[in-house]
C-alpha cells in the first residue's frame, strides 16, 4: 500500500481516492431515488381522500426540534472529521458519540411524529397522500436509522484500531453519508412540511 | 480547544441555521404562495450547497472535477423527474 503523507489520511491511498468517488457515485443514485419519492409526493399531495390533509396534520415544533437536531448533528460529524485531521482521537470518538444522540434524538422525535399520525386517523393505507408521505419521510427516516448502526460500527473500529489509511476512510465516506442524510431533510423541510404548512 | 471548532466550520453551521431561520418566516409571516415557494427554494438550495461545499469537502478532493459533475448530473436528474413528473401530471400541458 503506497500512502501519500502529504494528504490527510482518508485521501491517502490510491484505494481510499477510489472508495471516495464510489461513494459520491452512490450519492448521485440516492439523489435520484429521493427525486423519484419527492416526485410521486409532489403529485399525490392533494390526494387526501377522507383521511386529513397535510395541513391539518403538519406541526410545527416537532419540525423545528427535528430540524435543529439534524443541522447540529451535520456540524458535529463535520467537527469529528476535522478532529480526525488534526489527529484527535478522542474528540473524533466524541463528536461521533454526539452525532449519533442527536441522529437517535431525531428518529425518536420522527417515530412521535408518526405515533401521531397514526392516532389522526393517517396511515399508510389512508391516502394517497398518506403512501406518498409515509414512503418519502420513512425512506429518509430508515436511512438516519441504519446510519445510527453504522456509526457505531465506526466508532469501535476506531477505538480499536485507532487512525490508519482505513478507518480514516471510513470514517470521512460515513460523514459523506450522514451530511447527505441532512441535504435530503432540508428539501423535506422546506418542500414537505414549510409548504404544506404555508 | 481552538483546533477542535475551526471558523470555516463554525461559520457554516451558523449559516444554516440562519437559512434555517429565513425558511421559517414562509410559516410565521403572512405571504403569498409564490414569494413563499422562491424564499424556500433559495433557503433550501443555498443550505444544500453549503452543506456540499463546506461539510462534504467536495472542493478539495484530487478528483473534485469527478465529483462535481456526477453531483451536477445528480441534480439535473432530480429536476428532471419532479419537474417532468408535475408537468405532465399535474400542470396539465
Known sequence: MNIDHSKPLEYSTETNDLNIIGFWVFIGAEIALFATLFAAYFILEGRVADGPSAGHLFVISTLMIQTFVLLTSSFTIGLAVNAMRVGRKGATIGFLIITLILGLGFVGVEIYEFYEYVHEGLTLQTSAFSAALFTLLGTHGAHVSFGLFWGIAIIIQLAKRGFTPRTANKTFIFSLYWHFLDVVWIFIFSFVYLKGMM | ?93
Not at chain 2, 410559516?27 to 404562495?33: A, C, L, V
Open chain 2, 1 to 93: 480547544m481552538r483546533e477542535l471548532f475551526p471558523a470555516k466550520q463554525v461559520v457554516g453551521f451558523i449559516a444554516s441555521l440562519v437559512l434555517t431561520v429565513i425558511a421559517l418566516l414562509v410559516y410565521f409571516i403572512d405571504m403569498s404562495f409564490q414569494l413563499g415557494m422562491i424564499i424556500l427554494l433559495l433557503t433550501a438550495f443555498t443550505q444544500a450547497g453549503l452543506q456540499l461545499v463546506v461539510f462534504m469537502h467536495a472542493g478539495e478532493s484530487p478528483d473534485s472535477d469527478s465529483i462535481y459533475v456526477n453531483t451536477y448530473y445528480g441534480i439535473f436528474i432530480a429536476l428532471a423527474i419532479v419537474f417532468g413528473s408535475l408537468l405532465a401530471m399535474v400542470w396539465g400541458y
